[in-house]
């Protein structure tokens, strides 16, 4: 008795021993750069496959918006569904983030291809200067145009498309456009032109407001944040999806859209708000132009969301499309939430020591690089992530593949990446 009871215990310690070390960051992050090299490349050739007469192209930037090739005639991976790449036109709310993985590419390769790829998917956005836009074109012209001046100016590359005032001045304009927006009466920016809402403003406008801080009228920016600090938030620190406003500024509802209910916690709501007010807390942080007491306010916010998500989050970090729900996953949600939490953690580590922000969003960061969210290479349309949800009210967009969630996917990770080194 006393052998086979040896025995067993030796066999535990042997297992033990046998057991894998869990992968290292470093090594997660290199697999899914990787992957994104083949994927990015793979989408284009998709996407080249249906313009008409560009099917087979090398993939130059002579393939671009110009007299010969309309910017409306241009097409933006939107989704995967069926088999099928979907696709929009620049004006879909989602059209820079693609142009916005490329050019993470090029930052993380220095590949003279994945200049040109970016540079040949950022230039038909321009063509938004010339149409009628919504609060979206903060998104839009951010992931595109704002990155390419970033990463050409990190590698000293040379301006040989557009020069720097070229592009600043696409951003400007872009700036401008959304500024135009912004009613004073009622203090925010309209976010949609459509609909029964007399001046509907979303939570993902928050988003939009980079733009602004970057480029254009950081005081507008600013009252918008503050009056949506006022008026889309319970008490509990979450928030509604949509509030639509009487022209003075009056509240005439709530709701939430795209959520399970009007109080319910749509989870890429509440990812919009604490990636939007961790990046206005960073921008007030500025040593030159910003406002210490606005970035203690907006960061006071981002900390409360995040305070209310973590505890509320699935045990492998990934949070369901709703938090009052347990059927779909939103990989997209789950993405904005870890880059979020990592721009906060950054904005005040001193807040949080123990690192319990950077822990949370290292947990969805290794679920998401999983098999379970991670595409094979060649498959999903190109895209890194399945398991995202647009829209199910809308019954639009679910457990498919969606741009921003790659996007903010290797945004996350890249900033992971430069809190490990800087520790």
Not at 63 to 91: K, Y
Not at 125 to 131: H, N, S, T
Not at 348 to 362: C, F, G, H, I, S
């Amino acid at each position: 008795m006393r052998r086979l009871l040896l025995l067993a215990a030796l066999a535990a310690v042997s297992c033990g021993a046998r057991a894998p070390k869990e992968e290292t960051m470093v090594h997660l992050s290199n697999r899914v750069f990787a992957l994104a090299e083949e994927q990015t490349v793979y989408m284009d050739s998709l996407l080249m496959a249906k313009m008409p007469g560009q099917a087979g192209h090398d993939g130059g930037v002579n393939v671009m918006a110009g007299p010969d090739r309309p910017s409306r005639d241009w097409l933006c991976p939107r989704t995967f569904q069926g088999d099928t790449l979907v696709t929009s036109d620049i004006g879909w709310w989602t059209s820079g983030f693609y142009p916005g993985v490329l050019w993470q590419m090029y930052s993380l390769t220095g590949k003279e291809s994945f200049h040109d790829l970016a540079v040949k998917h950022t230039l038909p956005l321009a063509g938004l200067l010339d149409r009628e836009t919504d609060h979206d074109i903060g998104f839009q012209l951010m992931c595109s145009f704002a990155q390419w001046v970033r990463y050409a100016y990190s590698h000293k590359h040379e301006m040989n498309v557009l020069s720097y005032d070229e592009i600043d001045g696409i951003l400007t304009k872009g700036a401008e456009k959304l500024a135009a927006r912004f009613i004073p009466e009622a203090g925010i920016i309209r976010s949609w032109n459509w609909g029964a809402w007399n001046i509907p403003v979303i939570i993902d406008n928050m988003m939009n407001l980079e733009l602004l801080m970057e480029y254009g009228d950081r005081e507008v920016a600013e009252k918008h944040a503050l009056t949506t600090a006022r008026n889309h938030f319970r008490d509990d620190g979450t928030t509604f999806h949509l509030v639509d406003y009487a022209d003075d500024g009056t509240v005439l509802g709530r709701q939430t859209v795209q959520g399970y209910a009007d109080d319910s916690a749509w989870a890429r709501g509440q990812a919009w708000a604490l990636y939007g007010y961790a990046m206005m807390a960073r921008e007030e942080q500025d040593p030159e132009i910003g406002h210490p007491d606005l970035a203690r306010t907006f960061n006071d916010i981002a900390f409360k969301l995040a305070e209310w998500i973590l505890p509320r989050l699935p045990e492998d970090g990934v949070p369901y499309w709703d938090f009052s729900q347990s059927d779909y996953r939103d990989a997209s949600a789950g993405a904005i939430i870890a880059a979020g939490l990592l721009d906060l953690w950054r904005n005040d580590p001193d807040r949080d020591p123990e690192k319990k922000l950077v822990a949370a969003a290292e947990r969805i960061l290794r679920t998401l690089a999983s098999p379970e969210y991670l595409a094979e290479p060649r498959t999903n349309g190109g895209f890194l992530l399945k398991h995202s949800v647009g829209n199910i009210p809308g019954h639009s967009e679910v457990d498919v593949p969606l741009t921003y969630a790659d996007y903010y996917f290797l945004e996350a990770l890249r900033n992971y990446r430069w809190i490990e080194k800087t520790e």
